[in-house]
């Protein structure tokens, strides 16, 4: 097995070929272009740069100590309206979602031309932030937590959709194959054929779906829709920085709560 | 050409009070193989461990002699303990190669030993290295894979990279753990045949922890039984008798 | 021995179990409960879709007449993504490596852990407001929102990816003699770099939705804009931003995915030239905003 030598004789070895190579290049070029660009371009004023950790040093001196007084009068009831709005939107998201995300499923729509309609709904609705959809809303309902549990709700469309129909096309198509040649209908293979195999997957995505809007509810009352946002926006206007303070941890245990219950439920459901 | 190993007192616990290795005194000199056989658990594999410094020996002495210098290689530490680990070269049970690198940078890393980060990452390695790593890979029969992922690659074919791997240190000790006990019986008998040559050709001694007691008699010079933590059998394949076996493994029915 | 048939089913097939039949019962009182509470009536949804109808129609069609204002907050947004983006992930590589419970010694991996853990619970606008009203109003303060946004997404999930690697590639190159940082480039790295570079390309995504919008709350980009068209009732210039805003990410996604094909399945222009299809990485990522 010991081969005779080539003696003398240098062959090269390259990592990358020259096509490789020259892609990687150009796209950190790119990149570096964009940066340059962007610093010489933006508009930071360089006093304010420098002055930045001073400032954050301020500010966080002005929100100790936390009011907790203030918890009990507005606070908790704010939460639990957040708490509301993230719940009430997820399920509603999951009802509007699932069609649109069967509808993107290439094994379950074969036609291209919906399947195409189905990502694009998907696609936009992911596009347009939250806060973005709570305007909207709120031009149209009016301010309150009815904007925010719809905001919540349209925006989740794209998430959930997009991962059940991803969920949909990585199923078996074994099974669904018996179920066709048996010849059932296109509801039956969905209730017996796919929806047991999605099952796991789609809790997952649900509780997962629901932990990110309970962060999001949060935020949304800060252009008015509903929840502790609204709270929040009054305190930081008014400059009370010490209920800003209680605000934030107030956000800051619901968001934690909320995963502990996610990964509580998730040890016992999957 | 290649070094002596003195094993001087070796104990390794890891649990305290519950020694794994109980004073091992062992020398290995001159090339050839040296097999160490002895049921699971029994403390092969923290010998070998012990010796290339991926498991902390509790006390005693692993002095590696090369022609200018000793090292105790249980004492060093920092740059000096990776330089003495470039000297001893390892293959192990499951290949432990880079599963997404290919063939050659697999190779490759047993040059990292020798090269500072920064040219490592820019894959700046000498050309001596290259051509040395194309000679490896045709000793070892695997040319055509040079620029394959290794988990491209059969179980067969990982274990010569691996060979080649710890080749490309240009070791003055090979250790091997297990080699072949993840492979099938050709591939085994396969490997073994390369391995010994390969280091036969560079004189270098090969110390090969194995349970298969037939491929040891067939390949090693000297066979090393150990039991509870302690050498109990030292010798050739010649005088190894089943009563010696008895003694290491235990049981009598598998000695059939 | 007698042969005992069952008479009949004592179970209905496919029937749901008293689990699951409870849980839906419990799901649809909730949002009555719910619904009450956030006082939700039938006459506000009627009244509301009545406007609904209105607002549509003065959304269309979009108005672009005023596109250098337009134009002029995209590209303050696609700044801060950039920028907030090369930062983010430049400084999340080391501290989701420092992280790793498997490699580095608790007093390297439980500041990492925390400062990653901080950096992911408050989300990206409040995080914006602080900026704000610490650094004053402008990109700086969205570019370091994102930054911290960055380093929450990507230090979790990279800290996670290096504590799945198999140990003994680790144990391999180590016993070669390599020094630390050479384990590390060659063991460590290679095998995480795919799920890096996903995270990373989703980041820049993720960075790029919420620079359109951290200018809501005064930090930049064209966020800004976009409120207050809101707040003048311009619903026409409203629908153009948002039009320019989804055709903007659809942009990314699409750069996004040949960055991973070029890094991850390194393809070759050879390759791209025969449209060969570009891979996607799973993005299913967790506690992130696809």
């Given at each position: ?47 304010f ?7 954050m040093a ?9 009011d ?11 939460l639990?309206?957040?708490i ?14 699932f069609?649109?995300g ?7 729509t074969p036609?291209?031309f ?9 696609v ?11 305007l909207?809303?709120i031009?149209i ?5 009815l ?7 349209f925006r989740?469309?794209?998430f ?7 969920a949909?096309?990585q ?14 209908t296109?509801?039956?293979?969905l209730?017996?054929?796919y929806?047991?195999q ?9 509780l ?6 309970v ?10 829709a509903?929840?502790?946002?609204m ?20 956000i ?15 040890k016992?459901i999957? | 050409?290649g ?7 070796l104990?390794?616990?890891y649990?305290a ?5 109980k ?7 001159g ?6 056989i002895g049921?699971?658990g029994?403390?092969?594999s ?5 010796i ?6 509790t006390?005693g ?13 249980a ?14 070269g390892m ?5 432990n ?13 047993g ?21 040395r ?9 695997l040319?055509?894979?040079a ?6 690659l059969?179980?067969g ?8 791997r ?6 003055e000790?090979?250790?091997a ?23 036969h050709a560079?004189g ?12 040891a008699?067939?390949f ?11 050498i109990?059998?030292?010798?050739d394949?010649?005088?190894?008798s ?15 | ?12 097939p ?11 019962v ?18 506000r ?8 109808s ?8 979009p108005n ?6 337009l ?24 501290i989701?490596?420092?992280?790793a ?6 007093w ?20 914006a407001?602080?900026?704000v009203?610490?650094v004053?109003?402008g990109a ?42 050479n ?36 930090a930049?980009?064209i966020g ?5 068209a ?7 210039f ?10 903007v ?28 299809r ?8 967790e506690?992130?905003?696809?």
């Amino acid at each position: 097995m010991i081969s005779s030598a080539t003696h003398g004789q240098n062959r090269t070895w390259v990592r990358y070929t020259l096509g490789q190579k020259l892609l990687r290049f150009t796209i950190y070029l790119a990149i570096v272009i964009a940066v340059v660009q962007s610093i010489r371009h933006i508009n930071i004023i360089p006093e304010f740069m420098y002055d930045a950790p001073a400032q954050m040093a301020d500010l966080l001196n002005r929100m100790w100590p936390i009011d907790w007084a203030h918890y009990p009068q507005s606070v908790h009831a704010a939460l639990m309206e957040t708490i509301h709005i993230a719940t009430l939107g997820t399920i509603l998201s999951v009802i509007l979602a699932f069609p649109v995300g069967l509808m993107a499923a290439n094994n379950f729509t074969p036609n291209a031309f919906l399947n195409f309609i189905g990502r694009l709904i998907l696609v936009s609705t992911r596009s347009v932030n939250s806060l973005v959809w709570a305007l909207l809303f709120i031009a149209i309902f009016g301010p309150g937590a009815l904007a925010g549990t719809l905001a919540i709700a349209f925006r989740s469309i794209g998430f959930v959709g997009k991962l059940v129909g991803e969920a949909i096309e990585q199923t078996h198509p074994g099974s669904i194959e018996a179920l066709i040649a048996a010849g059932a209908t296109k509801g039956s293979q969905l209730n017996y054929g796919y929806w047991p195999q999605i099952k796991p997957a789609f809790w997952s995505i649900v509780l997962l779906r629901w932990d990110i809007n309970v962060r999001e509810s949060a935020v949304l009352g800060l252009v008015g829709a509903g929840g502790i946002g609204m709270t929040l926006d009054t305190a930081m206007n008014l400059f009370e920085w010490q209920r800003v303070s209680v605000i934030l941890v107030s956000i800051f245990v619901i968001v934690i709560l909320a995963e502990i219950l996610i990964t509580q439920v998730r040890k016992r459901i999957l | 050409m290649g070094a002596e190993l003195r094993i001087e007192k070796l104990f390794k616990s890891y649990k305290a009070g519950v020694p794994v290795l109980k004073g091992v005194d062992l020398t290995v000199s001159g090339d050839g193989v040296t097999a160490i056989i002895g049921p699971s658990g029994t403390g092969k594999s923290t010998l070998l461990r012990c010796i290339n410094r991926l498991v902390e020996p509790t006390s005693g002495k692993v002095i590696l002699r090369t022609a200018n210098k000793d090292i105790d290689l249980a004492s060093v530490r920092g740059s000096a303990l990776r330089q003495a680990r470039r000297m001893v070269g390892m293959v192990f049970q499951e290949y432990n190669l880079v599963e997404r690198l290919t063939v050659m940078e697999n190779l490759l890393t047993g040059r990292l030993g020798y090269m500072p980060a920064w040219k490592a990452w820019m894959r700046k390695f000498e050309q001596e290295d290259i051509n040395r790593a194309f000679e490896l890979l045709d000793a070892v029969g695997l040319s055509e894979h040079a620029n394959q992922r290794a988990d491209a690659l059969s179980g067969g074919q990982r274990q010569r990279v691996g060979i080649a791997r710890a080749l490309m240190q240009q070791p003055e000790l090979l250790l091997a753990d297990e080699p072949t006990s993840s492979l099938d019986p050709k591939t085994s008998v396969e490997i073994m045949e390369l391995m010994t040559e390969l280091a036969h050709a560079r004189g270098i001694p090969v110390i090969i922890n194995m349970h298969d007691v037939e491929l040891a008699k067939r390949f090693a010079k000297r066979i090393i039984g150990m039991s509870g933590g302690n050498i109990v059998f030292d010798g050739d394949g010649q005088s190894l008798s089943t009563s010696h076996l008895k003694q290491i493994y235990g049981g009598e029915s598998w000695l059939q | 021995m007698t042969n005992t048939l069952p008479q009949r089913m004592d179970v209905r097939p496919f029937s749901y179990s008293t689990g699951t039949k409870v849980g839906i019962v419990l799901v649809l009182l909730y949002v009555v409960y719910a619904a009450a509470q956030l006082d939700f009536t039938y006459s506000r949804f009627i009244t509301g879709l009545d406007n609904a109808s209105t607002f549509l129609s003065r959304m269309v069609p979009p108005n672009f007449t005023r596109s250098n204002i337009l134009i002029k907050g995209m590209v303050e947004s696609l700044e801060i993504a950039v920028l907030a983006s090369v930062a983010g992930i430049a400084l999340s590589l080391p501290i989701g490596l420092l992280g790793a419970r498997n490699l580095m010694p608790g007093w390297a991996s439980w500041p990492s852990r925390a400062l990653v853990a901080v950096c992911r619970s408050l989300h990206p606008v409040i995080v914006a407001i602080l900026f704000v009203k610490a650094v004053g109003f402008g990109a700086l303060a969205g570019i370091m929102a994102l930054v911290v946004a960055s380093i929450g997404f990507i230090g979790k999930l990279f800290t996670e990816a290096v504590e799945e690697i198999s140990i003994k590639q680790v144990e391999a190159v180590r016993a070669t003699g390599a020094s630390f940082a050479n384990v590390i480039l060659f063991a460590v790295l290679p095998q995480v770099f795919s799920r890096f570079v996903g995270f990373a390309t989703y980041q820049f995504d993720s960075n790029l939705r919420n620079s359109t919008m951290v200018g809501i709350v005064g930090a930049g980009g064209i966020g800004g804009t976009l409120f207050s068209a809101f707040q003048r009732f311009d619903y026409d210039f409203v629908c153009a931003i948002l039009i320019t805003i989804i055709a903007v990410i659809m942009l990314g996604e699409i750069l996004a995915n040949f960055v991973r094909a070029v890094f991850v399945d390194n393809i070759s222009p050879g390759e791209i030239l025969r449209h060969k299809r570009i891979s996607r990485i799973s993005q299913g990522h967790e506690g992130a905003d696809t």
